[in-house]
């Protein structure tokens, strides 16, 4: 085979190879799966979309998008079913590798952290791992009044406001959600009566600081 022949082959190779690529990451975007978000209220249920059938996991490979929602839609799934899935080999192992994998694709996702940091709650609340993931959550999308209610919630209710950096952090949502977001004021007195002793003594204080009026609200 000449030499002019190969090139011709390999180039006809390559344009069938980019065609393919780009007619299944159309494919890809035009069936993505819907991505489930967090609730406002931390007291509701963290509510994860329909199973999809397993082939829609091929599509990841073409669509960072569509992996990045079924790491999410898993999360969602581990989450809810709690401590029964931490077992070794469980949901909540299956869920950490999708979302790490997903996260290696789009760091800068606060929605693939948040997740990430409950699945960690799960299994040690207070360990570098959860702290790191949460950190991520606020740096990555630090003024997403969406995420503010689920991160204070979680920030709040177990000890990793013993981090001081993540303790400014958290300190810096309080005072959007307090001065700038009145609609998250009941999200502030929720987070409140699910909080730990910790939890609760950095709000009291915070609160007293941001906003001494609101004070009062906490304990209605």
């Known amino acids: 085979m000449s030499s002019s022949t190969t090139i011709r082959a390999v180039l006809i190779g390559l344009a ?34 329909p199973t999809l059938p397993s082939w829609i996991d091929l599509l990841a490979l073409f669509d960072s998008d569509v992996q990045s929602s079924q790491a999410l839609n898993l999360a969602f799934q581990a989450i809810q079913h ?6 070794p080999g469980g949901e909540n192992d299956l869920a950490r590798l999708q979302l790490t994998n997903a996260l290696a694709k789009l760091p800068y996702d606060a929605e693939l952290w ?14 570098p791992a959860t702290v790191e993931a949460l950190r991520m959550a606020y740096l990555t999308a630090p003024n997403e009044a969406e995420l503010m209610p689920v991160r204070l919630d979680a920030a709040t209710r177990f000890d990793a406001l013993a981090d001081p950096d993540l303790r400014e952090l958290v300190r810096g949502d309080l005072r959007l959600m307090l001065t700038r977001q009145p609609d998250q004021n009941a999200a502030v007195v929720s ?20 906003a001494p009026t609101f004070s009062s609200a906490l304990h209605r």
């Open 191 to 210: 987070a409140y009566h699910r909080a730990s002793g910790r939890g609760k003594a950095f709000l009291e204080e915070a609160i007293l600081m941001i």
């Open 114 to 127: 948040l997740a990430l940091a409950l699945l960690e709650e799960q299994r040690d609340p207070s360990g």
């Open 16 to 49: 069938l190879f980019l065609a393919g690529y780009g007619l299944a990451s159309s494919l890809a975007g035009t069936i993505a799966p819907q991505r489930p978000k967090f609730p406002r209220d931390p007291q509701q249920a963290i509510t994860a979309s």
């Open 82 to 87: 709690g401590r029964s899935a931490t077992r």
